[in-house]
């Protein structure tokens, strides 16, 4: 069973950067896409942003407004999301996920791993 493994989780203040990275356990499967999601205490699970690996393509959260950068460094399999201009509202815990298969990118039904999870906390 693949895991991926999140850190980079903090309590921050508004307007603060933090940059979150995911590391799966098997670096060698190929993965079609990596995203990070997130979920507020009472909500459903959030998309953030997406990486289709090949053909590469970014899709992100219409919540997103350019704060988030998500990123992949290749030779590594490592999932980044830089997060800018952070608000109160950004406070959740934010998953990583991946799926071997093509799938609806915002959907979490259509991943095969997910992380534990990395809390993320913006005191206004």
């Known amino acids: 069973q693949v895991q991926l493994v999140e850190t980079g989780g903090g309590l921050v203040q508004a307007g603060d950067s933090l940059r979150l990275s995911c590391t799966p356990s098997?670096?060698?499967?190929?993965?079609?896409?990596m995203s990070w999601f997130r979920q507020s205490p009472g909500k459903e699970r959030e998309f953030v942003a997406s990486?289709?690996?090949?053909?590469?393509?970014?899709t992100y959260g219409a919540f997103v407004k350019g704060r988030f950068t998500i990123s992949r460094d290749d030779a590594r399999t490592t999932l980044y999301l830089q997060m800018d201009n952070l608000k109160a509202e950004d406070t959740a815990v934010y998953y990583c996920?991946?799926?071997?298969?093509?799938?609806?990118?915002?959907?979490?039904?259509?991943?095969?791993?997910w992380g534990q999870g990395t809390q993320v906390t913006v005191s206004s």
């Open positions: 990486i289709i690996v090949v053909p590469k393509k970014i």
């Open positions: 098997d670096r060698q499967l190929n993965y079609h896409a």
């Open positions: 996920a991946a799926r071997v298969s093509p799938g609806a990118s915002s959907a979490p039904a259509s991943y095969d791993y």
